[in-house]
């Protein structure tokens, strides 16, 4: 009897109930709920039983009652990655899938995360982090002056905490340095100013099933313009390459950097690594995602499909080695 159909049997149900969370109230929301929707579609068509609950007031009477085998967090933005909802299901005993609150704390704050890549002598763009509270301490205007001086141009700007590339900009010129501190402190209240680095960008995905963490055949990402929330999830503006057009050896040196990354971080279950390979054949480390997008334009699924693997054979397959832990 495998680990899932134990659990399932413990309950008295032939197949273990999955309850994922989707939604919550962040400004990822939708992306949420569709990642959510695409998730559980291929868990029933799995033969499993799928419940599909909000981040709500009742949310933990819902698991008390209904005891599912694992929960799927598919929670994008504050609370879903940051570790906070994973403590709660610590605290009530339920497993779930992905990576643990601490870790999950760790990789939520982009600076935090490139310091362990840095660590773990990976190569990421030269940033700084700034609190808007500096600016207003200091006056805005030396302060961007010096970030100029710094890090010089372009700059790619954006929050320490968030995903779907909300306020992120890229930045040419000195005048667009304002506005785009503004629009990232409309997503929250610290900055991360990193120099832009140009080349090929890569969205790498990595699975760990219990025999150690493997990366799936990275995803090359092409847009006309900055590759923000419209052009990931609005079909028409992107164009994907799954898998990457790479040579072997870059395809492994972007590979090695993602599993690297995933080890690093003490990351569980399932990650995706983004990252520029740059003309010379550096590969930088922008940031990592605990809980990838599974909606229909998202990259893990890309992945996973240009590794041959059926999605709704892999999903269950992540159930059933959580559930069997």
Known sequence: MDGATGAAAATGRSQPHVTILAGG???ERDVSLRSGRRVAESLRAAGLEVSVHDVDADLL???D???PDVVWPLLHGASGEDGSVRDVLELVGVPYVGTGPRESRAAWSKPVAKSVAIGAGISTPEYVTLPQSLFRELGAQPVLDAIVARLGLPLVVKPTQGGSALGVTLVETADQLPRAMVDCFAYGNVALVER???GTELAVSVVDLGDGP???PPVEIVTEGPYDYDARYN???TEYFAPARLDAEAD???RDVAVRAHRALGLRDLSRTDVILEPDGQVQFLEVNVAPGMTETSLFPQAARAAGLDLAELYLAVVRHR???
Do not use: D, E, I
Request: proline share 4%; glycine share 8%.
């Open 252 to 254: 492994a040196m972007v």
């Open 65 to 67: 009652r209904h005891r």
């Open 323 to 325: 559930v069997g832990v």
């Open 235 to 237: 079909p028409g503006r």
């Open 25 to 27: 109230l962040s400004h």
């Open 214 to 216: 493997r990366a799936l």
């Open 196 to 198: 832009a680095v140009s």
């Open 61 to 63: 009477r819902f698991l």
